[in-house]
Structure formats: structure tokens, C-alpha cells
């Protein structure tokens, strides 16, 4: 499948109108859309707490297809793997990004689109913000590619019960805070790679604080 096409795939709109629904549900709240660009490469750094954060983050970009990495083992299953390159996702071993992976990155970003990354590089179990992995700071500097810090706080909680037995809905009646993603001010690709992760951690870390 051609990832780098600039319109929406079918799943794809399917899966934000899904994430809508389930966030609206649950009187979520996003702020700062206004600092995604509605054009050029964009490259999401954003903090891990739910499987589900990837429609949340989507959420940010109404206009545009974001594109997720995925843990390639989702792929090894036929209906699984063709829903999830119709989403926009692509295949990553977690143990280290293969060279195919990142020439996807690569040409994502060249092609003028827009990608998510979760930096931690898996869920945090704690709910806390972790090291991020550098590599995304390489990417943004090769690809000349701004960063834009997101803060994503309340989908720990919230869908600990849909990832098991129940819906959203039910977490909000037993008292969990609805969820926030908070979008920061872009961060440039011209810092050195160490200044942006650096940055990008620190401005993470401001989101989820507010």
C-alpha cells in the first residue's frame, strides 16, 4: 500500500470518526490543534499510557492522516495486517527499527506528512513519563522535519476497563477524569539532536503538569 497518498483512507476516517465518538463519549478534552501545521512534514512526539492513544493523537490532526508505527507482530496476521496499512500504520521491531522502517520514516516525512511517535518507545505501566529514544531527533534533523510535543493524560485509567471488559462510559460513572491531550509549540529541527530530545522530554513533561 502507498502510505505517502495525501487523502485519507477509508479505515482511516472510519478510525477518527471511532476515536470521536469514544473520546466525545467521555467529555475528553484537546488543546492546542492550532500548533500542528497544516502543511509540510510534522513529526508528533508524543508520551505512551493506553493502546488506544493513537486515536486520541489523531484527533489532533482533523485534516490530515497521521501515520503510527505498529509492533510488527500485529502484522503477522492477514485481516490484522491489512486493516493496519490501511490506517496508515507501518511494522516496527520494538527490540530496534529495521532498515525498512526507517526508510518508511524517512519517506513519510519527505513526502510532506505527518507521523506520531511514542518516544518511550512502549506504554508506560506507571503512568509516569520515561526516557525517550533518541532516534527521533536524528529523523527530524535528516528530514528538516519540526517536532511537535503532545501530552496525552486520563487514558491510562479510563481504558484499563474497554482494553478488558467494559466500555468507556462505565469509567467515567465510577469517577475517572476524562482525558486531555494537550498539543505544545512546535520545536525546531535546526537544535542539535541532543537539544531536541531534551526539549521535546521537557515540554512533554510541562503538558502533563498543567
Not at 472510519?14 to 509540510?40: D, H, Y
Not at 506504554?123 to 531527533?137: E, N, T, V, Y
Request: aromatic letters at 6%; one cysteine or more; charged letters at 20%.
Amino acid at each position: 500500500m502507498d502510505t505517502s497518498k495525501s487523502t485519507k483512507t477509508y479505515s482511516y476516517l472510519i478510525g477518527q470518526t471511532l476515536g470521536w465518538i469514544i473520546f466525545r463519549s467521555v467529555g475528553a478534552r484537546i488543546v492546542g490543534k492550532e500548533n500542528v501545521p497544516a502543511t509540510g512534514s510534522v513529526l508528533l512526539v508524543s508520551n505512551h499510557q493506553s493502546y488506544l492513544d493513537p486515536l486520541i493523537v489523531c484527533l489532533a490532526c482533523p485534516r490530515r492522516q497521521v501515520h503510527f508505527m505498529a509492533k510488527e507482530e500485529l502484522f503477522h496476521v492477514p485481516t490484522l495486517k491489512h486493516m493496519m496499512l490501511n490506517l496508515g500504520a507501518f511494522p516496527v521491531n520494538r527490540e530496534g527499527p529495521s532498515k525498512a522502517t526507517l526508510v518508511q520514516v524517512l519517506r513519510l516525512l519527505r513526502d510532506q506528512r505527518c507521523l506520531c511517535l511514542f518516544a518511550e518507545g512502549t506504554r508506560s505501566k506507571d503512568g509516569r513519563l520515561h526516557a525517550f529514544q533518541p532516534g527521533f531527533a536524528k529523523i527530524a534533523k535528516k528530514t528538516k522535519t519540526p517536532v511537535i510535543p503532545i501530552g496525552v493524560t486520563g487514558t491510562r485509567r479510563l481504558f484499563e476497563d474497554i482494553q478488558g471488559s467494559s466500555l468507556p462510559l462505565w469509567s467515567q460513572l465510577i469517577g475517572s477524569k476524562p482525558p486531555t491531550m494537550r498539543v505544545g509549540s512546535p520545536i525546531s529541527w535546526e537544535l542539535s539532536p541532543e537539544e531536541i530530545v531534551r526539549e521535546t522530554h521537557r515540554s512533554v513533561q510541562r503538558l502533563l503538569e498543567e
